[in-house]
């Protein structure tokens, strides 16, 4: 701690100077974000920079987002469940992905007020779903499955539980985040 600082340490983090704006504490050298993770962790798990990157992406995530990430999750236990090693298969949803990526990726940054541009993510997504929609079709077929539900009530309890378990972890990071950096923000301003 710099000795200029008037400081006092609780939950193992310095307590910054504060300032009273309309609806909130502007709270000088901390980022919403930071503020929202120092609160939600409360200084009890040792974690490292990266994981707290992660746990920040996850509690903030938009309702797209997790809709996008229930669909991965979905693919990922089909695939495990009838995964096959053959290059064909998976060479042959490389190059529709290929190709479908492209037309999706100039429909999507072409309009008629000019050229938009995408981010590095979104074009990644562009060609990652056509990718997965094809080895999903060719991995599944002749399996029984009706539109993208498998035949067997285990295989769609386990997709389902883990869609269930994701949507849980990202509904507790957001209330805990919530509800801690609120008693936070009344602690530090009440200092």
């Known amino acids: 701690m710099e000795s200029n600082r008037s400081s ?14 309309r609806s909130s504490f502007a709270i000088s050298g901390w980022t919403d974000r930071d503020l929202f993770l120092r609160a939600a962790l409360s200084g009890r798990i040792p974690i490292s920079r990266m994981e707290l990157r992660h746990l920040r992406y996850f509690a903030t995530l938009t309702n797209g ?8 999750i979905w693919y990922i236990a089909n695939v495990a ?11 042959t949803s490389l190059g529709l992905s290929g190709i479908i990526g492209a037309a999706l990726w ?10 938009t541009r995408l981010g590095a993510w979104q074009v990644f997504r562009l060609f990652l779903m056509p990718f997965c929609v094809s080895s999903f079709a060719a991995l ?9 539900f498998p035949p067997s ?3 769609n309890l386990i997709g389902f539980g ?14 805990r985040g919530v509800s ?12």
């Open 140 to 148: 599944v077929k002749d399996a029984g499955y009706t539109l993208i």
């Open 65 to 72: 987002r997790i809709v996008l990430w229930c669909y991965a």
């Open 8 to 21: 006092s340490t609780t939950s193992g983090f310095e307590k910054p100077t504060t300032t009273r704006t």
């Open 162 to 175: 883990a869609i269930a378990v994701f949507l849980a972890a990202i509904a507790l990071l957001r209330v």
């Open 81 to 91: 469940r009838h995964f096959d090693p053959r290059p064909r298969l998976w060479l």
């Open 180 to 191: 801690h950096a609120r008693r936070e923000v009344e602690r530090v301003g009440t200092q």
């Open 106 to 115: 100039i429909s999507a940054s072409a309009s008629s007020h000019g050229i």
């Open 153 to 155: 009530l285990r295989e």
